[in-house]
């Protein structure tokens, strides 16, 4: 692999592998990891456009699947927050032994459920994550405890239209003690599919991590 590709990974976890496509330009400013939303993929056409956006950006991304295929034709599976974040956690350790990530800041963009995984990971792994950024998050499946113990920046990202969502974001922001921001979208629904709101939604994110993702003294 070359630092401009793409690759497919497989990455032990438990008895099973987990795969992700690892995507890295040119000298990395970071490395954002996927955590896609219960019945979606690495391959969900939102978060690769994401992907794509904070790749012009300067910054890599790992797309996750954080379960088996046969894990998730199980319903159950697909909202176990625990085990998804159990998932999460190990592949940010695997990051940590990679040559070519090893050294490079990481961050969390969770979707939906995924959003929950990836705050109660950044919960658990403390400095190691530098910022989350949530797209139509659940982060009230977090818990309060875990949404307390979050230190890194976190963006909550939510359209106008999805009310319910937005009453639960606001609702989880109240038990952050970290710096964040809960940004609400005009005039978009759950899977910000009306013009221009993924777009903003990718503008937004790739400001975040790259406030956020560099080291104080190289930002």
Same mark, same amino acid.
């Given at each position: 692999?070359? *630092?401009?590709?793409?690759?497919?990974?497989?990455?032990?976890?438990?008895?099973?592998?987990?795969?992700?496509?690892?995507?890295?330009?040119?000298?990395?400013?970071?490395?954002?990891?996927?955590?896609?939303?219960?019945?979606?993929?690495?391959?969900?056409?939102?978060?690769?456009?994401?992907?794509?956006?904070?790749?012009?950006?300067?910054?890599?991304?790992?797309?996750?699947?954080?379960?088996?295929?046969?894990?998730?034709?199980?319903?159950?599976?697909?909202?176990?927050?625990?085990?998804?974040?159990?998932?999460? *956690?190990?592949?940010?350790?695997?990051?940590?032994?990679?040559?070519?990530?090893?050294?490079?800041?990481?961050?969390?963009?969770?979707?939906?459920?995924?959003?929950?995984?990836?705050?109660?990971?950044?919960?658990?792994?403390?400095?190691?994550?530098?910022?989350?950024?949530?797209?139509?998050?659940?982060?009230?499946?977090?818990?309060?405890?875990?949404?307390?113990?979050?230190?890194?920046?976190?963006?909550?990202?939510?359209? *106008?239209?999805?009310?319910?969502?937005?009453?639960?974001?606001?609702?989880?922001?109240?038990?952050?003690?970290?710096?964040?921001?809960?940004?609400?979208?005009?005039?978009?629904?759950?899977?910000?599919?009306?013009?221009?709101?993924?777009?903003?939604?990718?503008?937004?994110?790739?400001?975040?991590?790259?406030?956020?993702?560099?080291?104080?003294?190289?930002?």
């Amino acid at each position: 692999m070359t *630092s401009s590709q793409e690759q497919l990974v497989r990455i032990p976890v438990d008895q099973a592998q987990i795969e992700g496509l690892l995507a890295l330009p040119a000298a990395p400013i970071g490395l954002v990891l996927f955590a896609h939303g219960s019945g979606s993929s690495r391959h969900s056409p939102r978060n690769n456009y994401v992907a794509r956006v904070l790749h012009a950006h300067g910054m890599g991304s790992l797309l996750l699947d954080l379960l088996t295929p046969e894990e998730d034709r199980d319903y159950r599976t697909r909202f176990d927050i625990a085990l998804l974040t159990q998932r999460l *956690s190990a592949a940010t350790h695997w990051l940590g032994r990679q040559p070519l990530t090893r050294s490079l800041p990481l961050g969390y963009f969770g979707a939906s459920t995924g959003a929950a995984a990836a705050l109660m990971a950044a919960a658990e792994e403390g400095r190691a994550i530098r910022a989350v950024v949530s797209r139509g998050g659940r982060p009230d499946l977090a818990g309060p405890e875990a949404l307390a113990r979050v230190a890194c920046p976190t963006l909550l990202l939510v359209g *106008s239209l999805d009310e319910e969502v937005l009453e639960l974001n606001r609702q989880a922001a109240s038990h952050m003690r970290c710096p964040h921001r809960l940004s609400v979208v005009p005039g978009a629904t759950h899977l910000f599919e009306e013009p221009g709101t993924l777009e903003a939604v990718a503008r937004q994110a790739a400001g975040w991590f790259e406030k956020h993702l560099p080291p104080a003294a190289a930002a």
